[in-house]
Antibody
Framework: EVHLLESGGELVQPGGSLRLSCAAS????????MNWVRQAPGKGLEWVSS????????YYADSVKGRFTISRDNSKNTAYLQMNSLRADDTAIYYC????????????WGQGMLVTVSS | QSVLTQPPSVSAAPGQKVTISCSGS????????VSWYQQFPGTAPRLLVY???KRPSGIPDRFSGSKSGTSATLGITGLQTGDEADYFC???????????FGGGTKLTVL
C-alpha cells in the first residue's frame, strides 16, 4: 500500500521560509514524478510544482516561480519543497502527490499539511 | 479563474444519475488526458478517473469519464449520500510543463 507522509507545515511570518517534506513508502519511488498541489482555505486545487523521477527536471507554477524549489532524494524516498519569500496568499493546505508518467494523473496523495503565512 | 470550467454545484436524488462537465479548449482538453478527483471535506483528493475514461482499481463502475472535443464529463450513476463531495477535473500538459485544475463542483445528493 502506498503512503505519502508530509511534514514541515507550520505558521510562518510573511517573507519567511519553510521546507516541506513528503516521505513515500510502498512504491518504487524513482519511477514516479513527484508533485505539490495546494488548496487555499475554501478554494480549489492549484498545482504548485513537479519534479521528474531522477530529479533532473523541475517545473513550477508562475505564482511560485523564483520563490519555491522542488527537489527529491531517491535514497530516502522523499520529496521536498523549499518555500522562500512566503506571502499571505501562499497560505494553504499543501499536498504531495505521485504521477507515474509525468503530467498524466495524480494517482496517490498525501494527507496534506497546513502552511499559514501570517504576522 | 480557471482555464477549465466546471459548474459550481450539481444535485440529484439518491439512485439517480448526475453528470459534471469540464469545459476547456483545443489547447488543453483537446490535446491532453483528463483526470478526475473526488474530495471529501477535510480530506485529500482521490483519483477517480484517469486518461479520460479509465478507473483505478477500487473505484466503482458507477463512476465513468468521457471526453469529446474540448469538453470532458464525469458521470455518476446510482447516487448515494456518500457521494456528496467536491469533484475536480485536471489536465497535465507535457508540452507546456504545467497542470491546470477545474474550479471544482460540489455534488449534493438530496
Amino acid at each position: 500500500e502506498v503512503h505519502l507522509l508530509e511534514s514541515g507545515g507550520e505558521l510562518v511570518q510573511p517573507g519567511g521560509s519553510l521546507r516541506l517534506s513528503c516521505a513515500a513508502s510502498g512504491l518504487t519511488f524513482h519511477k514516479y514524478a513527484m508533485n505539490w498541489v495546494r488548496q487555499a482555505p475554501g478554494k480549489g486545487l492549484e498545482w504548485v510544482s513537479s519534479i521528474n523521477g531522477n530529479g533532473g527536471d523541475t517545473y513550477y507554477a508562475d505564482s511560485v516561480k523564483g520563490r519555491f524549489t522542488i527537489s527529491r532524494d531517491n535514497s530516502k524516498n522523499t520529496a521536498y519543497l523549499q518555500m522562500n519569500s512566503l506571502r499571505a496568499d501562499d497560505t494553504a493546505i499543501y499536498y504531495c502527490a505521485t504521477d507515474p508518467y509525468g503530467f498524466r494523473y495524480f494517482d496517490f496523495w498525501g494527507q496534506g499539511m497546513l502552511v499559514t503565512v501570517s504576522s | 479563474q480557471s482555464v477549465l470550467t466546471q459548474p459550481p454545484s450539481v444535485s440529484a436524488a439518491p439512485g439517480q444519475k448526475v453528470t459534471i462537465s469540464c469545459s476547456g479548449s483545443s489547447s488543453n482538453i483537446g490535446n491532453n488526458y483528463v483526470s478526475w478527483y473526488q474530495q471529501f471535506p477535510g480530506t485529500a483528493p482521490r483519483l477517480l478517473v484517469y486518461d479520460n475514461d479509465k478507473r483505478p482499481s477500487g473505484i466503482p463502475d458507477r463512476f465513468s469519464g468521457s471526453k469529446s472535443g474540448t469538453s470532458a464529463t464525469l458521470g455518476i450513476t446510482g447516487l448515494q449520500t456518500g457521494d456528496e463531495a467536491d469533484y475536480f477535473c485536471a489536465i497535465g500538459d507535457p508540452s507546456l510543463s504545467r497542470w491546470v485544475f477545474g474550479g471544482g463542483t460540489k455534488l449534493t445528493v438530496l
